[in-house]
C-alpha cells in the first residue's frame, strides 16, 4: 500500500545521464520540494556552461516561425519566399535579352520623308505605286510587322541592296547572308518559297551574282500582293494616316 505523501500514478524519470535534469509527473509546483530546488540549481549551471549562440537562436527562430511562413513551394525559404524572387527575376531577364535580340536583328525603317496626301492616295491605285517609295514602304512594313511577316518586306529590300553591287567579294558576303536570313529553314525569319525556287538557290548560290534570288524576291513580291496589300489598304494604320492627312490638307 502506498504512503499518504506519495502520488496517486507511478512517477516518469526518462533515462538520463550524469546530472541531467528530469521532471517528475507529480502535480503541483516541483520547486516547493527539496529536491526542487536542487533540479532547478543544475539547471541554472548547465545553462551558465551552455549559453546558446546567435546562430542557434536565429535558426530555433526560423524553424519555430517555419510552419506558418514557410513558402508553398519549398521547405527552404523564409517569408520572404526568396526563391520565387530569383525565379520571377530569371524569367525576366530571359524576357529581357530574347526581346533586346529580336529588336537588334530587325533593321531600322528607311529614311524618308512624310509622305503627302497626294502619295498616300497613290497607295491604293496599286501595290507597284506603294512600294515605289521609302514612305510607302515604310508604312507597309510597319503594317506587316502587326501581322508578323515583316521577314518578306526585309527579303525583298535586302535583295534589292544586293541588285546595287558590283563588287564580286561583297556581293558573295552578302548572298550568304540573305541565305542565312531568310532561306535556310533554320532561321526564324525564313521566308515562305516552294521547292522550285529552292533548289534555284541553291545552284545559284554556286556562284553568287546580283540575281540569285530574282526568282525569290519576285515569288515574295507577287505574295505580298496578293496576300497582304488588301489587308493594308482596310487597315487601321492606312485608314489613319489618311484621315490625318487629309485633316492637314483642310486646315491650311
Known amino acids: 500500500m502506498r504512503g499518504s505523501g506519495e502520488p496517486p500514478f507511478p512517477v516518469a524519470r526518462p533515462a538520463g545521464t550524469g546530472g541531467e535534469a528530469w521532471e517528475d509527473a507529480r502535480p503541483g ?11 532547478t540549481e543544475i539547471r541554472k549551471r548547465q545553462m551558465a556552461t551552455t549559453p546558446e549562440t546567435p546562430g542557434a537562436a536565429q535558426a530555433q527562430l526560423s524553424t519555430g516561425n517555419r510552419g506558418s511562413n514557410a513558402c508553398c513551394f519549398c521547405w527552404c525559404c523564409c517569408c520572404s519566399c526568396s526563391c520565387l524572387t530569383v525565379r520571377n527575376q530569371e524569367e525576366e531577364r530571359a524576357r529581357r535579352t530574347s526581346h533586346e535580340l529580336q529588336a537588334e536583328g530587325i533593321p531600322n525603317c528607311e529614311e524618308s520623308p512624310a509622305p503627302t ?6 497607295w491604293a491605285q496599286s501595290f507597284d505605286k506603294l512600294m515605289l517609295t521609302p514612305a510607302g514602304r515604310n508604312a507597309f512594313r510597319e503594317f506587316l510587322r502587326t501581322e508578323f511577316s515583316e521577314e518578306n518586306m526585309l527579303f525583298w529590300m535586302a535583295c534589292e ?17 540573305i541565305y542565312e536570313d531568310y532561306i535556310s529553314i533554320l532561321s526564324p525569319k525564313e521566308v515562305s518559297l516552294d521547292s522550285r525556287v529552292r533548289e534555284v538557290i541553291n545552284r545559284n548560290m554556286l556562284e553568287p551574282s546580283q540575281h540569285t534570288f530574282d526568282d525569290a524576291q519576285l515569288q515574295i513580291y507577287t505574295l505580298m500582293h496578293r496576300d497582304s496589300y488588301p ?6 494604320i492606312y485608314k489613319d ?8 490638307s483642310i486646315e491650311a
Open 29 to 39: 509546483p516541483a520547486a516547493d520540494t527539496p529536491m526542487g530546488s536542487e533540479r
Open 117 to 122: 496626301l497626294e502619295e498616300v492616295n497613290a
Open 161 to 177: 541592296e544586293l541588285k546595287q553591287e558590283s563588287n564580286k567579294s561583297i556581293i558573295e558576303e552578302k548572298a550568304r547572308l
Open 231 to 236: 489587308r493594308f489598304m482596310n487597315s487601321a
Open 241 to 248: 494616316l489618311l484621315q490625318s492627312l487629309s485633316e492637314k
